[in-house]
């Protein structure tokens, strides 16, 4: 990945790094370290980075790409009438920004491949005030070439404990979900709404939290992505169900959307998804007690659902949830009956999903259902699924059909939080 910096000039002090292997939403959750600070509760030590802020370079000089012809239906009333193919796909794609050391080709995803969406990974002390200047730099790059004029998704990870993203001055320390769960419902929700408020300061509209992943309480700490860091909100279904919805409440009091995690439930699973391939639930069926609980979610108006990348032996054992039309369609969109935006974890270095090229995660993601893929930890692969995407769907009317149906679900998900 270049270390060059995007175009807009980036000011963003930093943090010194705190290596975490990334599990759900694009590289910002810690991984298990040895036994010994498995005691602790803490991660495993790695090294310390420090990158100061340093003047931006030069964007690389190239011949901008003309505006692609609009494809599809150009009836007025359409909301995609007028866009292309090229625009389309990228409302479907969400481009990792490092807050300590953006690429350049965040930037150029946004300018050049028509990504519509950005999640900023790492860590960060520098603030709301740098936060926002970092985001407006970003946004700014949408126009009427880039994203059709439609302003961007921007995410992040706050969930808390060690997994928070953003701190510094305006940005409270967000405790761990398995503290927060020992809050009455009204309290926590107060509290996530000023954690909203917060987010809302710095531009972000977009959180990749709450978790709803129901984990056994005698067996968290063999849980490495969710139970061994506290990231569960409890032990038991009502306790998830009422915090995870009291969290999400208060944060989408705030303006900012929040996303529940990680479908159909990590709860059971006892490797990482980051670092292990061939992760496997075969525990959990399409009507257990973990995916009720999402379904709880639902209900209390969730618009966002990310897909967990393990695979389910009892539901489907051929594929990733991320990539399971079972899963995906007939569980998440059937049993469920969620017409809201799914979106994938980071799948742009997870080891579970390294069998398939970038461009065919991408592709089998959106065929499985899916409507948004995050690629955040490694951004230089962005360019690769957009592309695959576009050659897919000019080939592939079926597919392209799929392209169109979750660029009009991102879109109204985007609208509706925007009303």
Request: hydrophobic share 40%; aromatic share 4%.
């Amino acid at each position: 990945m270049t270390s060059r910096r995007p175009a807009p000039a980036v000011t963003l002090a930093l943090l010194t790094a705190v290596l975490l292997a990334a599990c759900s939403g694009a590289g910002t959750e810690p991984s298990p370290g040895p036994a010994s600070s498995a005691a602790q509760g803490s991660p495993s030590p790695s090294p310390s980075t420090v990158s100061p802020s340093a003047s931006p370079s030069a964007s690389p000089s190239s011949t901008p790409t003309p505006t692609p012809e609009p494809t599809g239906s150009q009836h007025p009333d359409d909301v995609l009438a007028g866009w292309s193919l090229e625009q389309k796909v990228g409302q479907l794609l969400m481009v990792g920004v490092s807050v300590s050391d953006p690429a350049a080709v965040s930037a150029e995803s946004v300018r050049d491949k028509h990504v519509g969406n950005v999640f900023l990974h790492g860590r960060s002390t520098a603030g709301v005030d740098a936060t926002r200047e970092l985001v407006d730099e970003y946004t700014s790059l949408v126009s009427r070439r880039s994203t059709h004029g439609t302003p961007l998704l921007v995410a992040t990870d706050q969930e808390g404990g060690l997994v928070q993203v953003l701190r510094g001055q305006g940005f409270s320390e967000i405790p761990k979900a398995t503290e927060q769960a020992t809050w009455k419902p009204a309290t926590l929700e107060k509290r996530a709404r000023g954690w909203g408020d917060e987010l809302a300061a710095a531009g972000v509209n977009l959180n990749l939290a709450p978790v709803m992943d129901l984990v056994d309480e005698d067996a968290a700490a063999d849980n490495p992505p969710i139970g061994y860091f506290g990231r569960n909100y409890g032990y038991t279904p009502r306790s998830v169900v009422r915090s995870a919805n009291a969290f999400g409440a208060g944060q989408r009091a705030a303006g900012v959307e929040p996303v529940i995690k990680h479908f159909p439930g990590l709860g059971r699973v006892t490797q990482n998804t980051d670092t292990d391939a061939r992760v496997t639930d075969d525990v959990t069926t399409r009507d257990d007690e973990s995916v009720r609980v999402f379904a709880r979610g639902i209900e209390a108006g969730a618009r966002y659902v990310m897909m967990s990348s393990a695979v389910y032996d009892r539901i489907d054992p051929d594929a990733p949830a991320v990539f399971s039309p079972v899963v995906v369609g007939d569980v998440l969109r059937g049993d469920l009956g969620f017409d809201g935006v799914v979106m994938t974890d980071d799948v742009s270095a997870a080891a579970q999903v390294q069998d398939r090229s970038p461009g065919e995660r991408a592709v089998d993601a959106v065929d499985a259902g899916v409507d948004l893929v995050l690629a955040s930890a490694d951004p230089s692969v962005a360019p690769a699924m957009a592309d695959a995407l576009v050659a897919k769907a000019r080939t592939d009317p079926a597919f392209a059909k799929k392209v169109d149906a979750s660029a009009r679900r991102v879109l109204a998900a985007k609208d509706a939080s925007a009303g």
